[in-house]
C-alpha cells in the first residue's frame, strides 16, 4: 500500500493532539501513573479520564478548567482485560494511549463537537476527508443532532441515534456511566469508513462488529447524575471527556488497516525478528512480543514489580506470555529484556521515564525471563508425574491442566501437545469452568463499587493551620454530614464528619496518619478519631462525646499533641531512611509506600534481596548522624519545575499541583548539600535532633522485589533499647557469658540441637526399618489383593515415608496404609500414608483412601491415585476408626 498523501507517524500524531487543543486554550497536563492513586476501583489506569475522576466529581479543583492529555493506558487485568485477545486481532492491545480533552464545567457539546471536527478534517491538521466518517449519538440526544446537522453539516443520514441496546434504561453503546452512580451521560461517537473492500456494517445495524466502520474518537457528555434509585439528576457543571486512541487513529493516518501495521509496532516487530533471528512476517507471536514489550516496560518504570498477587501477578503473566511466544519463534535464550532498547528509540521522547529507568527495566525483565526458565522446567516436571499414572486413553483433569497454566505459564496448547504424544486427552470442559472462575474472579476485583453520591462534596476548601500551631479557637462548622448526608446537627452519642473553614487538623496523606483530637463548641463536644481530605476540604470523622454540636456554630478544634509531636517524628525520620537507604544501597531504591502514627514508622522500598546485617547497622547509624547534627528542617512552597531542578524527590503515585511544598533535612559535609529533600506536605521536626532516636526494628520483604523497615523514634526508640539491654543482661546471666560471648555461645548450643535433631531422626527411621519385617506378616488378603494396615508407634511424618518405602520394596503388589502415632495418646498428632501398586488403582486409590481415612479422623489429606499422604489429631475412638477403615477398604474391592 503506498504512503498516503497526509502521512503523519505515531510520535507526530500525539503531538499534533496536544498543539490543536493547547491552540484552543487547554492546559497540557502530563499522564498519570498507570498506578491510580487512591483509587481501590481500578487495578490500571484504563482510561483517560481516571486521573481527572475528582475532578469530575468536583472533590478536587484544578487550576485549570480545560485540559488535553496522552495517557498511557494498560487493559490486561481487573474488568477490563484484552490479554487473550493481543495479537490475534487487528485492534486489541495490552498497552494503549489514549489522546483526550477534557472540560471542567467549561464548554459543552457546543464546543466539543466542532473541536473534534475541526481536529480531523481540516487541512491544518490531520485533513481527513469527511465523507469518510460517520457519528452515532444516544438516541434521545437531539442537541447533539442538531450540532452535528446544523452546525457541522452532517447528513442526517450520517447521524445515528443508539438507544438503550443493552437491556435497560440507559444502558447503550452511546449513554456512558463512571459506575452504577455518579456523573454520567449520553455519548457522540465519530467512525471512519476503511471502504467497501472491508467486511461490516454501520453501527446499529447486524454486521456492525466487521472492520469496515471503525470508532476512532468518543465524546462523553457528563450532564446528570445518576443516584442509587436510577433516576438522572442534572449536574450544575455539565463537563465534557473525549478520547481518541493513539493506535486506531495512527492506522488511518499511514494507509493501513490494523495497529499492528502502524510504524511503531513495525518497528519492534521488526526488532523482535532480529533478536530472535527470523524474519518479519507479521506472526501473531511477534505481534504479541511487540505489545507485551510496551506494557511490561511502562508498568516497570511505574514500579511495578513481577510478583505473585495483583499487579505484579498481572506483570509477570504479560512477561511470560511474551516469553512463551518468543520459545514459540524459537528464542532458545533470554531475548526479552533486549526489546527494551528499541522501545525507548520509538518512545523514549515522548516518555522521558523510559530512558531514565531504561536499565532497570531491564534487569526487572532479565531476573523473570531467568526465573521463568525454571519454573518452566518445574512444570514440565509436574506434568510427567501426572502423566505417569495414567494410560493411552485417559484423560488428563481439567485442574491438572489448569494448575500448568495458572502456576507455571502452560498453555492449554502446550500441554495438549505433550498429552498428545502419549495418546492422553484433556478434560477441556473443566479447565473451562477454572478460566471461567478466574474470570468472575478478576472481574469482580475490577468492579466499581463505590457509590459516588455518597461522597462528600465541599465545595469551599479548608484553611489548613496546623504548619503553624495546634489549636484554633475561632473555627467555623462549615456542615455537618453522617453516611453522605447533610445534617443540621449531631447529638451525644452520634457518629458523624464535621466540616471546619479553618483547622489544625492534618489530613490523612503522604503515609501519613490522618490527627487525632477534639472539637469543642458552646453545646458540645466532638472526639475526632480520624481526619482525611474531600477535594480541597478537610473533613474530621468522629463521634459527639458530650452534648450536641451544630452547624455554623463557632468550634474550637484541638490536635491532640503527643500525637502531633510523635508522628512529627516518626514522618521526619522517614525522609532521613529514604535517603540513608539510596546511599546505601543505590539509587535504584525507591519507596513504594509508608505508613506514619504517632507510634509506627514503616517504609516500603523496591529492592530484590534482603538487607544484610552489616548494612542496616550502616543505614541505621547514617540517620542517626543526621539527627545528632540538629540541622534545621526547611519547608519551602516554590514550582514544582524549580522543585525538581533542585533534585527533589517526588513520592510514587502522588498527585502534586503546580506549586509544591520542598522539605530538605540535614547536610551532607562534602559539599553542602541537603541529606535529603522531597516533595512532601506532611508535618515535621523544626530540627533533625527533635527525633532522639532512630531504631531499626524489622526487615522483611513483603513482596517479591519489596523490602519493610519498620523503625521507632524517640521514647519508644530508646523503651525499645532498655528492653533489649535487659534481655540480653538476662541471657548472659543463664548462659553465664559476658555480653561479647552471647552470640558464639548461642549459635553453637544451636549447632548442637541440630545434630542432636539429626540423631533423633536417624534413630527413628532405624527403629521404622526394624518393624518392616514383623509388619510384613500383619498382611492379609482382601478379595485376593494383599492389604496391610497398620498403626506405627513413635513415628511421625519425616519417619513415615522411609518405612513406606522399606515396605513397597518387600511388597510392591499391596495395598498399604500407615499411621505413625508418635505420641501415642489422645490429643497426639497423627501421620497418615498409603501405596497402592500401580496395578491396582484402577479398582483402588492412595488419594481416596487417605482422604476417605483423614475425614474419619478430623484431618486433611490427600495424594495421586498411587501414594498419598495427610495428617490428624488422634480423637476419642481411634480404634474403632481404622476397624471401621478395614470394612470400608473390603467394600471398594468387592
Avoid at 481500578?42 to 485549570?64: C, I
Avoid at 450544575?236 to 511503531?264: C, F, W
Avoid at 531422626?761 to 526394624?770: D, G, I, T, V, Y
Avoid at 474419619?856 to 490427600?862: D, I, S
Amino acid at each position: 500500500m503506498s504512503q498516503p498523501v497526509n502521512f503523519m507517524s505515531s510520535n507526530q500524531l500525539r503531538q499534533a493532539f496536544i498543539d490543536f487543543f493547547v491552540s484552543k486554550g487547554h492546559t497540557h497536563v502530563p499522564s498519570s501513573s498507570l498506578i491510580p492513586h487512591d483509587d481501590p476501583t481500578l487495578l490500571f489506569t484504563n482510561a483517560g479520564m481516571n486521573q481527572f475522576k475528582d475532578t469530575f466529581l468536583g472533590l478536587e479543583q484544578r487550576d485549570y478548567n480545560r485540559a488535553v492529555t496522552s495517557q498511557k493506558c494498560v487493559r490486561a487485568g481487573g474488568k477490563h482485560n484484552d490479554l487473550d485477545n493481543v495479537g490475534y486481532t487487528a485492534r486489541h492491545n495490552t498497552f494503549f494511549e489514549m489522546l483526550g480533552n477534557f472540560s471542567f464545567g467549561d464548554y459543552f457539546k457546543e464546543s466539543a463537537i466542532p473541536f473534534a471536527w475541526e481536529f480531523l478534517t481540516s487541512k491544518n491538521w490531520l485533513g481527513l476527508d469527511a465523507d469518510k466518517l460517520y457519528v452515532t449519538i444516544y438516541e434521545s440526544d437531539d442537541e447533539a443532532f442538531d450540532i452535528w446537522n446544523k452546525k457541522i453539516g452532517l447528513a442526517p443520514e450520517r447521524i445515528i441515534r443508539i438507544g438503550d441496546n443493552k437491556g435497560a434504561p440507559y444502558q447503550s453503546d452511546n449513554f456512558w456511566m463512571m459506575g452504577d452512580t455518579g456523573p454520567c451521560g449520553p455519548c457522540s461517537e465519530i467512525f471512519y469508513d476503511h471502504g467497501p473492500e472491508v467486511e461490516g456494517g454501520l453501527p446499529g445495524t447486524p454486521e456492525e462488529d466487521g472492520d469496515r466502520y471503525i470508532e476512532i474518537w468518543n465524546c462523553v457528555f457528563m450532564q446528570y447524575n445518576r443516584q442509587k434509585d436510577g433516576s438522572m439528576e442534572k449536574l450544575p457543571k455539565p463537563s465534557v471527556d473525549t478520547g481518541m486512541g493513539l493506535g486506531r487513529i495512527s492506522a488511518i493516518m499511514q494507509g493501513v488497516h490494523g495497529n499492528y501495521e502502524v510504524d511503531v509496532f513495525v518497528n519492534l516487530m521488526n526488532a523482535a525478528a532480529k533478536i530472535i533471528g527470523i524474519n518479519n512476517n507479521q506472526q501473531p507471536s511477534l505481534k504479541v512480543i511487540a505489545d507485551h514489550i510496551r506494557a511490561v516496560s511502562f508498568l516497570i518504570a511505574d514500579g511495578v514489580i513481577p510478583s505473585n498477587e495483583g499487579r505484579g501477578y498481572v506483570l509477570r503473566r504479560i512477561i511470560r506470555r511474551a516469553v512463551r511466544h518468543g520459545n514459540k519463534l524459537g528464542a532458545n535464550e533470554n531475548f526479552f529484556n533486549k526489546m527494551v532498547a528499541p522501545l525507548v528509540k520509538e518512545m523514549g521522547e515522548a516518555y522521558p521515564q523510559l530512558v531514565e529507568h531504561q536499565s532497570h527495566i531491564e534487569n526487572a525483565i532479565e531476573k523473570e525471563e531467568t526465573q521463568f526458565a525454571k519454573t518452566l522446567a518445574q512444570g514440565l516436571r509436574l506434568l510427567s508425574t501426572e502423566l505417569e499414572s495414567l494410560q493411552t486413553g485417559d484423560t488428563l483433569s481439567g485442574e491438572a491442566a489448569f494448575k500448568l497454566y495458572d502456576t507455571y505459564g502452560f498453555p492449554l496448547d502446550l500441554t495438549a501437545d505433550i498429552t498428545r504424544e502419549k495418546g492422553i486427552s484433556i478434560d477441556e470442559a473443566s479447565f473451562e469452568e477454572q478460566m471461567q472462575a478466574q474470570r468472575d474472579r478478576a472481574r469482580d476485583a475490577g468492579k466499581f463499587d463505590v457509590d459516588y453520591t455518597a461522597l462528600i462534596n465541599v465545595q469551599k476548601p479548608t484553611e489548613f493551620l496546623g504548619y503553624q500551631q495546634l489549636s484554633e479557637a475561632n473555627s467555623n462548622i462549615i456542615s455537618i454530614y453522617q453516611e453522605g448526608k447533610p445534617l443540621g446537627s449531631l447529638t451525644e452519642g452520634q457518629e458523624g464528619v464535621i466540616v471546619l473553614d479553618k483547622t489544625p487538623f492534618y489530613a490523612e496523606g503522604g503515609g501519613q496518619a490522618g490527627e487525632l483530637g477534639e472539637i469543642h463548641t458552646a453545646s458540645g463536644v466532638f472526639k475526632v478519631q480520624n481526619t482525611k481530605k474531600s477535594g480541597q476540604a478537610i473533613i474530621h470523622y468522629g463521634v459527639v462525646t458530650m452534648g450536641a454540636v451544630s452547624a455554623s456554630q463557632t468550634a474550637d478544634a484541638q490536635v491532640e499533641s503527643t500525637v502531633r509531636v510523635n508522628s512529627a517524628k516518626n514522618h521526619s525520620a522517614t525522609h532521613l531512611l529514604h535517603a540513608s537507604l539510596r546511599n546505601v544501597l543505590g539509587d535504584g531504591v525507591s519507596q513504594k509506600g509508608s505508613l506514619v502514627t504517632s507510634n509506627v514508622l514503616r517504609f516500603d522500598f523496591s529492592l530484590d534481596r534482603p538487607v544484610s546485617i552489616e548494612e542496616l547497622v550502616k543505614i541505621e547509624r547514617m540517620v542517626n548522624e543526621q539527627v545528632l547534627a540538629n540541622t534545621q528542617a526547611q519547608a519551602q512552597t516554590m514550582p514544582i519545575d524549580e522543585a525538581m531542578a533542585k533534585g527533589a524527590m517526588a513520592l510514587f503515585g502522588e498527585k502534586y499541583g503546580d506549586n509544591v511544598r520542598v522539605l530538605t533535612m540535614g547536610t551532607v559535609d562534602s559539599d553542602d548539600k541537603p541529606f535529603s529533600i522531597e516533595l512532601c506536605g506532611g508535618l515535621h521536626v523544626n530540627r533533625t535532633g527533635d527525633i532522639g532516636l532512630f531504631k531499626i526494628v524489622s526487615e522483611s520483604g513483603i513482596a517479591a522485589g519489596v523490602r519493610r523497615i519498620e523503625a521507632l523514634t524517640g521514647i519508644n526508640a530508646i523503651k525499645f533499647v532498655q528492653e533489649g539491654e535487659a534481655q540480653l543482661q538476662i541471657l548472659a546471666g543463664n548462659l553465664k557469658a559476658k555480653r561479647p560471648e552471647i552470640a558464639d555461645r548461642v549459635q553453637a548450643m544451636a549447632d548442637k540441637q541440630r545434630d542432636l535433631e539429626k540423631q533423633l531422626e536417624r534413630l527413628q527411621q532405624k527403629l521404622a526399618s526394624s518393624q518392616a519385617a514383623s509388619l510384613i506378616e500383619q498382611i492379609t488378603l482382601v478379595n485376593e489383593v494383599p492389604v496391610l494396615m497398620a498403626t506405627v508407634s513413635g513415628i511421625d511424618g519425616k519417619s513415615i515415608r522411609p518405612l513406606m518405602d522399606d515396605l513397597k520394596s518387600k511388597k510392591p503388589e499391596a495395598v498399604i496404609i500407615l499411621v505413625g502415632d508418635k505420641d501415642g495418646k489422645t490429643g497426639g498428632q497423627l501421620a497418615l500414608a498409603c501405596s497402592v501398586a500401580k496395578q491396582l488403582t484402577s479398582q483402588i486409590k492412595a488419594g481416596d483412601i487417605i482422604r476417605h481415612l483423614a475425614t474419619e479422623l478430623g484431618g486433611k489429606g490427600g495424594g495421586k491415585p498411587d501414594y498419598a499422604q495427610g495428617g490428624a489429631t488422634k480423637p476419642d475412638g481411634f480404634e474403632q476408626i481404622m476397624q471401621n477403615l478395614n470394612t470400608w477398604i473390603a467394600e471398594q474391592l468387592s
